[in-house]
């Protein structure tokens, strides 16, 4: 019954590490979101799909990737991860309407990464 | 630029008490959205409301009621009669419609119900 949900929940790993987040949505959505959120609670986008189109990139790190194999689907790989990657991801997903423009987003639960 | 300005880091009230959470935005788009968002201390992020740019009526749900004005730039958020559950960070945020789907969101406001 979850309407977004992430996998895994809890990260924890070395610098120079690769890894992935995974991000599933139901709810029929067209446009999915990551954001990343710092220990301050300060949240901020990523990057945004729509139809599996990349539609927002912020400035974000090259060592960040998103893919969307399907617009259900939505992942996150980091390379050579970073003591500053350390946050809680969360990804969100919304109607496509007009490409997701003003419409509510519904965030999974989030994934907490610890980089050591 | 765009920007959403919680000025109120953290707000701590007895159970019961109203209270009133703060938010003011800065756009020069005419066609935008506001949102407010909760994170209870379990983390996840539950959506509260939406509001769009030509809809100025305040609304009611519940104990939570929300006042838009755009002559202040302003959104606020208030719950009344607060209870212990109430206890989140609440976070307002603001999308363009020139930005496609992009929000951007306040920094957040702690707020403590205490019992």
């Known amino acids: 019954d979850t309407a977004v949900s992430q996998t895994p929940k809890y990260l924890v790993t070395q610098m120079g590490n690769d890894k992935s987040i995974k991000c599933e949505q139901n709810?029929?959505?067209?446009?999915m979101y990551w954001y990343k959120q710092d220990s301050k609670k300060f949240l901020k986008i990523m990057f945004s799909?729509?139809?599996?189109?990349?539609?927002i990139n912020e400035t974000v790190p090259n060592r960040f990737s998103p893919k969307s194999p399907d617009k259900a689907h939505l992942n996150l790989h980091i390379n050579s991860l970073e003591l500053g990657d350390s946050a809680v991801y969360f990804c969100?997903?919304?109607?496509?309407?007009?490409?997701?423009?003003?419409?509510?987003?519904?965030f999974g639960p989030g994934t907490r990464l610890t980089v050591l | 630029a765009q920007k959403v300005t919680q000025a109120q880091t953290e707000i701590s009230v007895v159970e019961k008490e109203d209270v009133t959470l703060d938010c003011v935005y800065e756009t020069r788009d005419t066609t935008y959205y506001l949102f407010w968002y909760k994170q209870p201390p379990s983390g996840e992020l539950v959506f509260l409301i939406r509001r769009n740019s030509f809809d100025e009526q305040n609304e009611i749900s519940g104990r939570y009621s929300w006042n838009f004005q755009k002559s202040t730039s302003s959104f606020n958020f208030t719950i009344t009669a607060s209870q212990v559950v109430d206890s989140a960070v609440y976070f307002c945020a603001l999308s363009l419609y020139s930005s496609a789907s992009k929000i951007i969101f306040g920094s957040g406001t702690r707020l403590s119900i205490r019992p």
């Open positions: 799909y729509n139809n599996k189109e990349l539609i």
């Open positions: 709810l029929g959505h067209d446009t």
């Open positions: 969100a997903s919304s109607q496509d309407w007009d490409r997701g423009r003003g419409n509510e987003q519904f």
